[in-house]
C-alpha cells in the first residue's frame, strides 16, 4: 500500500487489549470497512485482498485480523513495558499541567508552536487547511510511542461523533525492548517489606489509573483507609493524585514505576 495509511484506530477502537481491538476489527460494520479502505493506493497485486475485506470477506478480515496480531507481537509486545513507563510519564505531566495551569499552559507544554489555542480556535498541524469545530466533543490528547511527529491531528470528517485526537510523542529516548518487564515474586516481596503488603499492593493499582473508591474495593479496606494511602504515595512522589469532577484519580509516577520495577529505591 502507497500513501496513506489504514486507520486502525477507527476500525478496532480505543481498546486496552490487542484481544478486544482484534475482535472489533473482526465484527467492524462493512460500511466501516468500506469508508476506511476508499482512497488507499494498493498495489495492484493486493487489490483483490484490499476488495474482499472491505466487502466484509470473512477470511479476508481474518487475515488482516493475523496480521494485526502479528505485527503486535513484533513492534508492541517487546517494547511494552518500557513504553508503558514513557507513557505514564508523559500522562503524569499532562495531569499536572492542567491542574497548573489548564488548556492553554497544557499546550504551551507539550505542543507549541505547531499547536495554538486561540479561543475558540484551535490551529494544528493538518495536510490541508481546514475548520473542525468541536461542538462539545472536546479533544484528545494521545500519548504515543509510534510517531516520529512531534504533534499529529487525528480527525475524521466523516464521523462527527468521535472527537479529534492530537497525538503527542512521549519518548525521550528509544525503546531497545530490555526495559524491565512486570515484577517477579522477589521484587514484590522487597516492596512489601519497604512499604507494607497493603501500600504496595495501592502503588501496584495506580500504575493502571484509579480512583479512590476503585482503590478501597481493589485492596478491600475503607475508602478512608484507600485515601490514607494514597496519601501517602503522593507524599512521596510515588503517584499522583488529580481531579476528575466529583472524584480523583491516582496515577503511578515513572519513580513509583520504577520502584515498582525494581522492589528497590531507585536514583532520583
Keep these: 500500500m502507497r500513501g496513506p495509511g489504514l486507520d486502525l484506530l477507527a476500525l478496532m477502537g480505543d481498546v486496552s487489549s490487542v484481544d478486544h481491538a482484534v475482535d472489533n476489527l473482526l465484527h467492524a460494520p462493512v460500511s466501516r470497512l468500506r469508508r476506511e479502505f476508499e482512497?488507499?493506493?494498493f498495489h495492484p497485486g493486493h487489490l483483490p485482498w484490499a476488495r474482499q475485506v472491505s466487502e466484509g470477506d470473512r477470511d479476508a478480515r481474518r487475515e488482516l485480523a493475523e496480521a494485526v496480531r502479528a505485527c503486535h507481537r513484533l513492534t508492541v509486545e517487546p517494547y511494552w513495558h518500557q513504553g508503558r513507563s514513557e507513557l505514564v510519564a508523559l500522562s503524569t505531566r499532562c495531569a499536572n499541567l492542567m491542574l497548573e495551569g489548564g488548556i492553554d499552559l497544557l499546550l504551551r507544554s507539550i505542543c507549541a508552536p505547531l499547536v495554538r489555542w486561540r479561543p475558540p480556535v484551535l490551529e494544528a498541524p493538518y495536510p490541508r487547511r481546514v475548520e473542525v469545530r468541536l461542538q462539545g466533543r472536546g479533544l484528545i490528547i494521545t500519548p504515543t510511542v509510534f510517531s516520529k511527529?512531534?504533534?499529529?491531528?487525528?480527525?475524521?470528517?466523516?464521523?462527527?461523533?468521535?472527537?479529534?485526537?492530537?497525538?503527542?510523542?512521549?519518548?525521550?529516548?528509544?525503546?531497545?525492548?530490555?526495559?524491565?518487564?512486570?515484577?517477579?515474586?522477589?521484587?514484590?516481596?522487597?516492596l512489601e517489606s519497604l512499604l507494607g503488603r497493603t501500600r504496595?499492593?495501592?502503588?501496584?493499582?495506580?500504575?493502571?489509573?484509579?480512583?479512590?473508591?476503585?482503590?478501597?474495593?481493589?485492596?478491600?479496606?475503607?475508602?478512608?483507609?484507600?485515601?490514607?494511602h494514597a496519601t501517602v504515595l503522593r507524599n512521596t512522589d510515588l503517584i499522583t493524585t488529580s481531579r476528575r469532577g466529583g472524584s480523583v484519580l491516582h496515577l503511578i509516577t515513572p519513580l513509583g514505576l520504577a520502584l515498582l520495577r525494581t522492589g528497590a529505591q531507585p536514583q532520583r
Excluded at 476503585?214 to 485492596?219: F, G, Q
Design 39 to 41: 482512497g488507499l493506493d
Design 149 to 190: 511527529l512531534p504533534v499529529s491531528f487525528l480527525w475524521d470528517p466523516l464521523d462527527t461523533a468521535q472527537p479529534p485526537r492530537l497525538t503527542v510523542p512521549a519518548l525521550r529516548r528509544p525503546l531497545t525492548g530490555a526495559g524491565p518487564g512486570e515484577p517477579d515474586d522477589a521484587t514484590i516481596r522487597n
Design 200 to 228: 504496595a499492593a495501592a502503588l501496584q493499582v495506580t500504575e493502571e489509573g484509579c480512583t479512590t473508591t476503585e482503590l478501597a474495593r481493589r485492596l478491600n479496606v475503607t475508602a478512608a483507609a484507600a485515601s490514607q
